[in-house]
């Protein structure tokens, strides 16, 4: 019962379980114990509310017909995080958790604040908006006082910004761009735009039911290396040098 991590052998183990074990020792493990068991059932019950709750919710544009979700002995199999992931697919008919950030539990987290229809926003501007995650700017006779988003209590702008936090070390897209950001304009702005950016993918994923697909995003960051090394090649030549690429590991040119 030994975890995968631990390096020391089965006798030194064995030894540092021999102690002093006291009645109060045991007595306080076996309340630890029993709350711990206790704990769990606890929160089997409300994942077992939760996916009851989730078999009611149907893809908008379905007809309301009353339905009961599916107990085969193959959904049995699965663990609760697998479950809760297939429902959170059919309800929305995507899967968000592919986009670099969002796990089930954020995921989780919109469907309970939003529902799963968006047509409600007019647009993914509007749904950001709504989250206060676009600049919401004080404007008095035509001149900009105040630059800032909102404060509002929203509790799934909140996953999203934890969501947008998490990217720092994503070898996505979405990471550079958050690394990016973070460097051009400190974290707690770049964590507000990538929270921003996930809004609105998130928003065109529901809305058009298309898959995440990393690779457009590969390609817009590949643009943005050009034009950064056509920068510095421009301001090479103006002060009278020339850049030279090295090769790396690979043959790769940088």
């Known amino acids: 019962m030994r975890g995968e991590r631990i390096k020391a052998s089965e006798a030194v183990i064995a030894k540092s379980l021999v102690g002093d074990y006291r009645h109060e020792h045991l007595f306080t493990l076996k309340q630890s114990l029993e709350a711990y068991r206790s704990y769990q059932a606890m929160i089997e019950d409300c994942d077992r509310e939760i996916r009851l709750h989730l078999g009611e919710l149907k893809p908008p544009g379905t007809p309301n ?4 979700p599916a107990d085969d002995s193959s959904k049995k199999k699965q663990s609760a995080e697998g479950i809760l992931r297939a429902e959170l697919q059919r309800v929305w008919s995507v899967d968000l958790t592919k986009i670099p950030g969002i796990r089930k539990g954020i995921a989780q987290t919109l469907l309970g604040e939003i529902g799963p229809d968006f047509s409600k926003f007019r647009s993914a501007s509007a749904f950001a908006s ?12 035509g001149k900009v006082l105040f630059v800032a988003t ?15 936090q998490s990217l720092h070390h994503s070898k996505s897209a979405l990471g550079d761009f958050y690394r990016r950001m973070r460097a051009k304009l400190g974290a707690p702005k770049a964590i507000t735009a990538a929270a921003h950016k996930l809004a609105r993918i998130i928003f065109h994923l529901i ?3 298309q898959e995440f697909d990393d690779s457009k995003f590969a390609a817009d960051q590949l643009q943005y290396q050009k034009r950064q090394e056509a920068k510095l090649h421009a301001k090479a030549k103006s002060l009278g040098y020339a850049l030279i690429p090295i090769e790396v590991a690979g043959g790769v040119p940088q």
Not at 130 to 141: E, F, R, T, V, Y
Not at 150 to 164: F, G, P, S
Request: with cysteine; net charge positive.
């Open 65 to 68: 017909a009353a339905t009961t």
């Open 150 to 164: 909102r404060k509002v209590k929203c509790r799934a702008a909140l996953a999203l910004r934890m969501a947008a």
């Open 130 to 141: 709504w989250m206060g995650l676009c600049p919401d700017n004080d404007i008095s006779g």
């Open 207 to 209: 809305s058009t039911r």
